[in-house]
């Protein structure tokens, strides 16, 4: 935990600096007559983020807060936990590719298979239900097109019957 | 009495059909939201505010505003029947709720706390509707600086009362009022912090993202890793005689429970308070003036009462500053202000005056949204039963599912997804090295408003600061937010005056 603790200091540090590198493009100064300028905004709250999380980083080499405990408490739960950001990054990833709805399926099913260990009857069920409520709640009812990707002519059917 | 009519002609609005309908959707919807272990109000109204385009601005707030009421219900009943709190606001309900469950009184535990929540309800919604004119009035005689003011002051109560490490609250603070200002300046209209001209961010970071990024998919993943095993469900069944015996058993508690509003309700209009520390007190009260309190703890029908009455209050008083003044006591609120926005609905004194029915349309449903959230509630227990045992995988991975669709759906822009996917992650870590997470959500809504104000009243003055400390309601915030901003630095000295003497003796 304290290593994890200094490691998401050092972040937000770098994070902050980062920040302030980008607002300098406008005006980070009190303009005479006006006020801050328009980069003042983010430069200087981006600076106090930077002093908060240096003071955050030193006092963790003066007082140990949270030694002894763990960050992750159950270290069998982490390649999950992995697994899980990375099937849910994948899908988004593949949305502009294979479209939205294959996409959602294949997570769905590889999901429910292999995190959650459940029966194919539930699996088929909720992977082949929930692209079709999707496309009725989104695409008919709410008039939001979906990417589709290269699945796109196979909804050109679909669009005659419902637009 | 003018309220009285105001109220009359909100119930106009509040009682058409699809509106009835829309608070039965949403209070049931509620409270399966808040009764699965981990999902509460927050997450319930992030995930389907981007699902409510289906409906006209009103109803659809009146929708959200449901769901809020009906998962501060269901909170209660997986604290009661699985021992793990629905969410944080629902914690002091295991303390008596859990026990009284494994003695088999889970039916009765389950009453006490939807009619519990029931009083909570009407006797904090009594006490909005008197206080919302009057607060929307003197709210009308803010300028720019008194805005500022009176965020800044948002901000500080969480620093000198969140509870929170002192430190990481400012940096918390601080990150969501510069993801705020991210895309177009709103004076010059230039593009800031577009980090390299990526198009995406030129519209700025919707609070929305930040939103389904941490209450849902940091939350799904917070909760694969602390509820790896599936717990044991207690079975509640329900009989006439536990609903005359509930009913009989709260006729004798009306003190505590009248307290506990009252009390909630105060507590919950404090942005860094909110429905958590507002229920916790109320049990700690119930407990000191209790005649017998070595029951508590151990399945005393009063200890599932008094935490319920308060938390459902402490929601009904998180609205009013957030309707009234524009700022959002919670972060349920401050999701509920942003969907307003989106709808062009600006909360704060001037929808009193332009969007009369509105107001008073949602006003008005918070009452029929509280009576069909307790006949709901006890009508809807062996459900409750039946969909605790559904499969954590199944629920993340539905949870999933809607975070990318519906950060999707309201830009249609595949940047918001990915965004969602990294807020989600870094939410997680930040939540697990103890970051509290409401005050970014709540700085990134206000930071417009923030800036705007502050750069607004220093244009009226050609740049003199002075404004704000010579304007009497803005130094009187101002005066608060310092002492507010100083109280961690005071404890802190307190504690090291009080160690100094210990060696010596």
Known sequence: MLAADRLIALALMGLSIYFMWHAKALPIGWVPNAGPGGGAFPFWLSAIMLAASTLILLRSFVSHPHEGEKFFPDADAIPQIAGVVGLFVATIAVIPFIGTYLALMAFLFIYLKFFGHHGWLLIGILTLATPVVVFFFFEVTLKILLPKGWTEPFFFPLYAMFF | ?505
């Open chain 2, 1 to 505: 009495m003018e309220v009285l009519g105001l109220l009359a002609d909100g119930f106009a609005t509040s009682l058409t059909p699809l509106n009835i309908l829309i608070v039965i959707l949403g209070v049931t919807a509620g409270l399966f939201i808040g009764a699965m272990p981990g999902l509460g109000s927050v997450n319930g109204v992030a995930l389907v505010l981007p699902l409510t385009f289906i409906v006209p601005p009103t109803s659809a707030i009146i929708l959200l505003a449901a769901i809020y009421y009906g998962a501060m219900y269901g909170g209660a009943v997986s604290s009661i029947l699985l021992g793990i709190p629905g969410a944080s606001t629902a914690v002091a309900t295991t303390f008596d709720g859990r026990p009284m469950a494994l003695q088999g009184k889970a039916g009765l535990a389950l009453i006490a706390a939807a009619v519990a929540s029931f009083v909570g309800g009407t006797i904090s919604v009594l006490l909005f509707t008197a206080f919302a004119a009057p607060l929307a009035e003197l709210a009308l005689k803010f300028g720019p600086a008194e805005e500022f003011a009176l965020v800044l002051l948002a901000f500080t109560t969480f620093v000198g009362l969140g509870g929170d490490d002192t430190l990481k609250t400012i940096v918390m603070i601080c990150l969501g009022l510069v993801l705020s200002t991210v895309g177009l300046d709103m004076i010059s209209g230039q593009p800031r912090l577009v980090f390299g001209d990526i198009p995406g961010f030129y519209a700025g970071i919707s609070f929305l993202v930040l939103a389904i990024g941490v209450y849902g998919v940091g939350e799904v993943l917070y909760t694969i890793e602390t509820a790896r095993t599936s717990p044991a469900v207690s079975t509640a069944r329900l009989r006439m005689r536990d609903l005359v015996e509930g009913i009989r058993e709260m006729n004798k508690m009306w003190k505590t429970m009248s307290f506990g509003s009252v009390l909630g309700f105060f507590v919950g209009m404090l942005p860094a308070a909110g429905a958590t520390p507002a229920s916790l007190m109320s049990y700690g009260l119930a407990r000191t003036f209790s005649k017998k309190p070595e029951t508590f703890g151990k399945g005393n029908i009063e200890g599932v009462a008094a935490p319920e009455t308060a938390n459902n209050a402490a929601s009904t008083g998180s609205l009013l500053p957030m309707l009234t003044l524009g700022i959002p006591g919670s972060p349920t609120t401050a999701l509920l202000l942003g969907g307003m926005v989106m709808w062009g609905l600006m909360p704060g004194p001037m929808l009193f005056i332009e969007q009369k029915d509105f107001v008073w349309g949602l006003i008005s449903s918070l009452y029929t949204a509280n009576l069909a959230a307790v006949l709901i509630n006890i009508a809807l227990i062996p459900l409750f039963v039946w969909a605790l045992r559904m499969p954590f995988s199944v629920l993340c991975a539905m949870v999933l599912v809607l975070c990318i669709l519906g950060g999707f759906a309201p830009s249609q822009k595949l940047h918001d997804v990915w965004l969602i996917a990294g807020f989600g992650v870094a939410g997680y870590l930040l939540r697990k090295a103890d970051y509290p997470l409401a005050p970014l959500v709540l700085a990134l809504v206000l930071g417009p408003l923030m800036e705007k104000s502050f750069r607004q009243a220093l244009i009226s003055t050609q740049g003199d600061p002075m404004i704000f400390f010579s304007r009497p309601l803005s130094a009187t915030f101002m005066v608060l937010a310092a002492i507010f901003f100083a109280l961690p630095l005071l404890k802190m000295l307190r504690q090291r005056l009080s160690k100094r003497p210990a060696p010596a003796e």
